[in-house]
């Protein structure tokens, strides 16, 4: 493991911090391989209930290293953005809840890291950027021309992409990139307890409505209601779901398969 990214596992909680704070933590390629390894790594873990995505120093993450744009052929520029996709996918399929710590500049790769995460709590210093046209690039790179208009609609999607213009937080939360907004004193407190809520839940139910989250964005209606029929049943047979039942009877909190303690 390089100490280009840390990895940690507490109650539950394993937060992968990328640590290059002189570079604001631009992503190069050995920090991307080992970010796609603790994913994986993440995804197999059962000790592991959600993950948290946070950069070290002031900023999250400037995205990919710029000095890595030199001159290379076709043929390997294709195979180099495809793999920092990589880890975009690793967040979408993971079946765990996904937790992004911002503060600071959220920019390039590390806004499509963070739009593709399940929450974003963002400091209220935090400011976004989608920069890819102010170097002759298309604006969608990194996932954002998928998640952006997702999250904060064609209008101010197509503003940033096509601009290449920084959002503050305050913005940002009222379209819906950031979930959540905390004072930069107040990140650390907001983030944990966010994640030991997610982390005493029932892990299977959160996985299925993740699930549904997911794959509602691409289907119809009819799709994802049968999608729902399907997993409620699984839901309402589950041990959890009588735990669930069981501790609201007796007006206690639930103990869930798996909770930390």
Not at 186 to 195: C, T, Y
Request: charged share 25%.
């Amino acid at each position: 493991m390089t100490d280009k990214l840390l990895d940690v596992l507490h109650e539950g909680v394993r937060t992968l911090t990328l640590n290059r704070p002189e570079r604001l933590n631009a992503i190069d390629m050995e920090m991307l391989e080992t970010l796609i390894a603790a994913l994986d790594a993440a995804a197999a873990d059962p000790a592991t209930r959600v993950v948290v995505l946070a950069g070290a120093g002031r900023s999250f993450c400037a995205g990919a290293d710029i000095g890595q744009m030199v001159e290379r052929k076709p043929e390997e520029w294709e195979r180099i953005v495809d793999r920092y996709l990589d880890p975009v996918r690793r967040i979408a399929a993971l079946d765990k809840p996904v937790i992004a710590r911002l503060q600071g500049d959220v920019v390039g790769g590390g806004l499509g890291i963070a739009l593709a995460c399940d929450f974003r709590v963002a400091a209220a210093n935090a400011r976004f950027c989608a920069p890819f046209i102010k170097l002759a690039l298309a604006g969608c790179d990194m996932s954002a021309g998928y998640f952006l208009p997702r999250l904060a609609g064609m209008g101010l999607a197509t503003d940033m992409m096509m601009t290449g213009r920084f959002v503050e937080a305050e913005e940002a939360a009222r379209h819906g990139i950031a979930s959540r907004i905390a004072p930069a004193d107040g990140l650390d407190a907001a983030v944990a307890a966010l994640a030991a809520q997610l982390a005493a839940g029932p892990a299977a139910a959160l996985a299925v409505t993740k699930r549904a989250i997911r794959r509602s964005i691409d289907r119809d209606m009819a799709s994802e209601f049968d999608y729902e029929i399907f997993v409620q049943v699984q839901c309402l047979q589950s041990a959890d779901h009588k735990e669930g039942v069981a501790a609201f009877a007796e007006r206690r909190k639930p103990r869930f398969a798996g909770a930390p303690r």
